[in-house]
């Protein structure tokens, strides 16, 4: 069983600037891996960034990048140089192997304020 | 490649009105979920198939709900008779056999229940 707690409802960024969205999950899988997805206003969930859980260096994909500490069990995502475009639901999600659904946090909204 | 397609995008009904959805995945992918989003909550699971075999169907109000993905590639849901609480986004999702599980969503359903 999974538990996901975002703790941030709502976060606002000046555009260009950098933000960090939290996560915290608990989860009794040895194996797992951990995921941001991106939820835009009335568009689709896309993936944002995925972690192994196995791995101690940090996912990066462009200006997105998580500081992961298993130990903690903490999951955040920093979103560097902020665009319009980055304004939308953002949920954390860790999942098991083996094809397994994800298990989401509640989400934070992200504003962009340009 | 194609994304998943999810019909009709938005639907309301009055309680106890049944209603059907669909969704056809990524082909090529052997699992697809369903998940409810309701209104500022994270995506919770439904049901998952394995091909046209469920998988994990634990959280589906079997009492109102049910789904069936026919020859193991598109899937219909189905809700009868709906209640108000049944409004949400219903959301279809896909996945192939990899390792790390990335789940592709739909545009999904916004269903509303009056």
């Known amino acids: 069983a999974q538990t996901v707690t975002q703790s941030q409802p709502e976060m606002s960024v000046q555009e260009a600037e950098t933000v960090t969205l939290s996560c915290t999950y608990d989860?009794?899988?040895?194996?797992?891996?951990l995921f941001w997805y991106k939820q835009p206003p009335s568009r689709q969930m896309i993936l944002v960034i995925r972690?192994?859980?196995?791995?101690?260096q940090n996912a990066t994909e462009n200006r997105f990048s998580v500081n992961f500490q298993k130990a903690a069990k903490s999951f955040s995502l920093k979103i560097s140089d902020s665009q319009l475009g980055d304004a939308a639901m953002y949920f954390c999600a860790p999942g098991a192997t083996g094809r397994r659904a994800l298990t989401f946090g509640s989400g934070t909204r992200l504003q962009v304020q340009p | 490649e194609a994304g998943v397609a999810q019909s009709p995008r938005y639907k309301i009904i009055e309680k106890r009105q049944s209603v059907a959805f669909w969704c056809n995945p990524i082909s090529g992918h052997a699992t697809l979920y369903w998940y409810q989003q309701i209104l500022g909550q994270g995506p919770k699971l439904l049901i998952q198939f394995q091909n046209n075999g469920v998988v994990d169907d634990s959280q589906l109000p079997k009492d109102r709900f049910s789904a069936e993905r026919l020859k193991g590639v598109d899937s219909t849901l189905k809700i009868q008779p709906a209640k108000l609480e049944d409004s949400a986004v219903y959301l279809c999702?896909?996945?192939?056999?990899?390792?790390?599980?990335?789940?592709?969503f739909g545009p999904g359903t916004r269903l509303t229940v009056l």
């Open positions: 972690q192994e859980a196995y791995k101690q």
């Open positions: 999702a896909s996945s192939t056999r990899q390792e790390y599980n990335e789940q592709f």
């Open positions: 989860t009794s899988e040895s194996d797992y891996y």
